[in-house]
């Protein structure tokens, strides 16, 4: 989270990384049983993560010359002015990127892209029970593949902390962890009981939820995208 020199002068190193055997920090503490040291790589991906800054936009509406308006006696627009001139507005984009004096404050950041939830999803090489790498295959494959049901409600445990956490400005504000279906197809082809109930029953992995929801008759409503209420000229632009 610091730098990690005597000097104070090497950035902190970004935790959301793999190396070329698809192994991450986070896999690496989990598959060796050090979960309290998996859930702080967590934390600490959490806390590194920042937004991807989206380019911001002003609309300025620019003021017409008087020879292109078209008013009657009364001092309202005409009717033909307001239903064939289009407004003139114009885009003016606002930048995001700022200088200071200090550049090495700006270095000492760590604005990571990747959420906490996907690195739990990562696939990686993995390890057998016996200490040996395993097939490839994200951390609940793995532990479907060993039968590991104390690995699983751990996995499960922080899957949904994260699945819940509103990282984006655009996240919804209530979200719940949809288990991979790859993972929980096989489970069912290892016949692993137990580990299906645990699943089923904090995720609803295998239920036909999209389908129950339009039998039950309700309506999802989207929020828009853009605001709905701007008049302009007379019309709802």
């Given at each position: 989270m610091t730098s990690w020199d005597g000097a104070?002068?090497?950035?902190?190193?970004?935790?959301?990384?793999?190396?070329?055997?698809?192994?991450?920090?986070?896999?690496?503490?989990?598959?060796?049983?050090?979960?309290?040291?998996a859930k702080a790589i967590l934390e600490i991906a959490q806390a590194q993560y920042a937004p991807?800054?989206?380019t911001k936009t002003r609309f300025v509406m620019e003021a017409r010359d008087e020879g292109d308006e078209?008013?009657?006696?009364?001092?309202?627009?005409?009717a033909a002015d307001s239903e064939?001139?289009?407004?003139?507005?114009?885009?003016?984009a606002i930048g995001g990127d700022f200088t200071t004096e200090n550049v090495g404050q700006v270095s000492m950041k760590v604005n990571s892209r990747t959420k906490p939830l996907?690195?739990?999803?990562?696939?990686?090489?993995?390890?057998?029970?016996?200490?040996?790498?395993?097939?490839s295959g994200s951390p609940f494959a793995h532990v479907i593949n060993n039968?590991?049901?104390?690995?699983?409600?751990?996995?499960?445990?922080?899957?949904?902390?994260?699945?819940?956490?509103?990282?984006?400005p655009d996240d919804e504000p209530f979200t719940f962890f949809a288990f991979?279906?790859?993972d929980f197809t096989r489970a069912v082809e290892l016949g692993r009981s137990e580990l299906l109930s645990e699943i089923i029953r904090r995720t609803g992995a295998g239920l036909p939820l999209e389908d129950l929801v339009k039998n039950s008759g309700l309506e999802l409503k989207e929020k828009p995208k853009y605001y709905q209420g701007l008049t302009v000229y007379g019309?709802?632009?």
């Open positions: 104070k002068s090497e950035a902190p190193l970004k935790i959301a990384i793999t190396d070329s055997e698809k192994n991450s920090p986070f896999s690496l503490a989990f598959f060796r049983g050090h979960h309290a040291v991807e800054e989206k078209d008013y009657s006696d009364n001092g309202c627009e005409s064939g001139s289009e407004p003139r507005i114009q885009a003016l996907e690195i739990i999803g990562w696939a990686c090489r993995g390890i057998r029970r016996d200490g040996t790498a395993g097939d039968n590991d049901l104390r690995g699983l409600k751990t996995l499960l445990d922080w899957a949904e902390h994260y699945g819940s956490q509103k990282l984006d991979p279906d790859p019309k709802k632009r």
